[in-house]
């Protein structure tokens, strides 16, 4: 399974490729949101964790992107360290959360 990691802090991005490659995924990362488009244009992923905070092109953007290109669409997990974090996955129609910070098992 290929799981597409958009984060602007390397580190966050590093540890959860390292815990998911751990268990068997394939793990693909990009600093901000159209970074990420790029990597789904050669790698299309079967789930997306996504912060919203980010330079370049931020969660809200990404989202609306992405989800204006053609199907099939993977299901996007946010991470977000903001306090409405169910309202924020509600808004962009995400099929789930994690809020920062989270636990591996939680990730897992």
Excluded: C
Excluded at 7 to 36: K, N, T, Y
């Amino acid at each position: 399974m290929r799981v597409l990691v958009v984060d602007d802090d390397e580190a966050i991005r590093g540890f959860i490729a390292m815990a998911l490659s751990d268990d068997g995924f394939e793990v693909f990362g990009a600093p901000h949101g159209q970074a990420a488009l790029e990597v789904i244009a050669k790698s299309p992923p079967h789930v997306i964790l996504l912060d919203m905070r980010m330079p370049v092109m931020d969660g809200w953007e990404f989202a609306r992107v992405y989800r204006s290109l053609p199907g099939p669409h993977a299901p996007i997990v946010i991470l977000t360290a903001s306090r409405d974090a169910r309202e924020v996955a509600t808004h962009i129609n995400a099929s789930g959360f994690l809020a920062k910070p989270f636990d591996l098992n939680q990730l897992l």
